[in-house]
Protein backbone atom coordinates (compact mmCIF):
# COMPACT_ATOMS: atom_id res chain seq x y z
CA UNK A 1 0.00 0.00 0.00
CA UNK A 2 1.37 3.31 -0.80
CA UNK A 3 0.07 6.82 -0.10
CA UNK A 4 1.05 9.91 -2.11
CA UNK A 5 0.25 13.18 -0.70
CA UNK A 6 0.42 16.71 -2.76
CA UNK A 7 -0.48 19.99 -3.34
CA UNK A 8 1.45 21.82 -0.40
CA UNK A 9 3.02 25.09 -0.99
CA UNK A 10 3.09 28.57 0.07
CA UNK A 11 -0.10 30.86 1.05
CA UNK A 12 -0.93 33.98 3.07
CA UNK A 13 -3.37 33.69 5.90
CA UNK A 14 -6.75 33.70 4.92
CA UNK A 15 -6.40 32.04 1.34
CA UNK A 16 -7.28 28.37 0.22
CA UNK A 17 -5.64 25.19 -0.22
CA UNK A 18 -6.14 21.55 -1.89
CA UNK A 19 -4.51 18.42 -0.71
CA UNK A 20 -4.79 15.15 -2.70
CA UNK A 21 -3.46 11.39 -1.06
CA UNK A 22 -3.73 9.20 -3.95
CA UNK A 23 -3.44 5.58 -2.84
CA UNK A 24 -2.16 2.45 -4.48
CA UNK A 25 -0.88 -0.46 -4.20
CA UNK A 26 -3.44 -2.69 -5.93
CA UNK A 27 -6.17 -2.71 -3.25
CA UNK A 28 -9.52 -1.11 -2.73
CA UNK A 29 -9.48 2.20 -1.16
CA UNK A 30 -13.44 0.88 0.31
CA UNK A 31 -11.89 -1.26 2.91
CA UNK A 32 -9.64 1.87 4.34
CA UNK A 33 -10.14 4.53 6.24
CA UNK A 34 -7.98 7.51 5.49
CA UNK A 35 -7.13 10.52 7.39
CA UNK A 36 -5.08 13.50 7.60
CA UNK A 37 -2.37 14.36 10.10
CA UNK A 38 -0.08 17.49 10.59
CA UNK A 39 3.56 18.15 12.20
CA UNK A 40 5.50 20.85 12.82
CA UNK A 41 9.23 20.11 14.34
CA UNK A 42 9.27 19.48 18.06
CA UNK A 43 5.96 18.14 18.44
CA UNK A 44 3.48 15.36 17.89
CA UNK A 45 2.00 14.42 15.07
CA UNK A 46 -1.66 15.33 15.53
CA UNK A 47 -4.97 14.09 13.45
CA UNK A 48 -6.55 16.77 11.53
CA UNK A 49 -9.33 14.98 9.68
CA UNK A 50 -10.39 11.46 9.18
CA UNK A 51 -13.20 9.81 6.81
CA UNK A 52 -14.81 6.54 6.80
CA UNK A 53 -14.11 4.03 4.44
CA UNK A 54 -17.63 4.82 2.91
CA UNK A 55 -16.98 8.62 3.22
CA UNK A 56 -20.30 8.64 5.40
CA UNK A 57 -18.25 10.00 8.43
CA UNK A 58 -15.99 12.50 9.02
CA UNK A 59 -14.41 13.51 12.18
CA UNK A 60 -12.28 16.64 12.39
CA UNK A 61 -10.11 18.06 15.07
CA UNK A 62 -11.49 21.36 16.76
CA UNK A 63 -8.70 23.82 15.58
CA UNK A 64 -9.95 22.99 11.66
CA UNK A 65 -13.82 22.82 12.35
CA UNK A 66 -15.47 24.68 9.68
CA UNK A 67 -12.48 25.33 7.66
CA UNK A 68 -11.14 22.14 6.10
CA UNK A 69 -13.14 19.60 4.70
CA UNK A 70 -12.16 16.14 3.94
CA UNK A 71 -13.84 14.16 1.17
CA UNK A 72 -12.70 11.11 -1.25
CA UNK A 73 -13.41 9.10 -4.22
CA UNK A 74 -12.73 5.40 -4.03
CA UNK A 75 -12.91 5.09 -7.93
CA UNK A 76 -10.09 7.30 -7.85
CA UNK A 77 -8.12 6.16 -4.69
CA UNK A 78 -8.05 9.57 -4.03
CA UNK A 79 -8.79 11.31 -0.22
CA UNK A 80 -8.88 15.01 -0.72
CA UNK A 81 -8.28 17.55 1.91
CA UNK A 82 -10.19 21.32 1.19
CA UNK A 83 -8.00 23.73 3.69
CA UNK A 84 -9.86 27.07 3.49
CA UNK A 85 -8.81 30.23 5.57
CA UNK A 86 -5.83 29.17 6.60
CA UNK A 87 -3.86 30.54 9.78
CA UNK A 88 -0.11 30.33 10.50
CA UNK A 89 -0.94 28.43 13.49
CA UNK A 90 -1.97 25.61 10.03
CA UNK A 91 1.44 25.89 8.44
CA UNK A 92 3.17 22.08 8.49
CA UNK A 93 3.86 18.83 7.14
CA UNK A 94 0.50 17.38 6.41
CA UNK A 95 0.70 13.56 5.49
CA UNK A 96 -2.24 11.57 5.09
CA UNK A 97 -2.38 7.45 6.30
CA UNK A 98 -4.84 4.52 5.62
CA UNK A 99 -5.81 2.25 8.36
CA UNK A 100 -8.32 -0.64 8.13
CA UNK A 101 -11.80 0.14 7.93
CA UNK A 102 -12.60 -2.48 10.96
CA UNK A 103 -9.63 -1.18 13.28
CA UNK A 104 -11.08 0.04 16.65
CA UNK A 105 -9.84 3.08 17.57
CA UNK A 106 -9.86 7.26 18.02
CA UNK A 107 -10.78 8.04 14.05
CA UNK A 108 -7.21 10.76 15.03
CA UNK A 109 -5.16 8.55 16.29
CA UNK A 110 -2.26 8.45 14.83
CA UNK A 111 -0.46 5.16 16.13
CA UNK A 112 -3.95 3.62 14.96
CA UNK A 113 -3.10 4.18 11.01
CA UNK A 114 -0.95 1.41 9.34
CA UNK A 115 0.31 3.06 5.92
CA UNK A 116 1.65 6.43 5.81
CA UNK A 117 2.56 8.54 2.61
CA UNK A 118 5.66 11.04 2.58
CA UNK A 119 4.20 14.65 3.70
CA UNK A 120 3.77 17.53 1.60
CA UNK A 121 4.56 21.40 3.13
CA UNK A 122 1.83 23.72 3.52
CA UNK A 123 3.71 27.05 4.70
CA UNK A 124 1.20 30.01 5.80
CA UNK A 125 2.40 33.77 6.01
CA UNK A 126 0.72 36.29 8.47
Known amino acids: VQLQASGGGLVQAGESLSLSCVVSGGFSLDYYVIGWFRQVPGKEREGVLS????????YSAEPVKSRFTITRDNAKNTVYLQMNDLKPEDAAVYYCAARKRYVSALHLSAASYEYWGQGTQVTVSS
Open 51 to 58: ISSSGIST
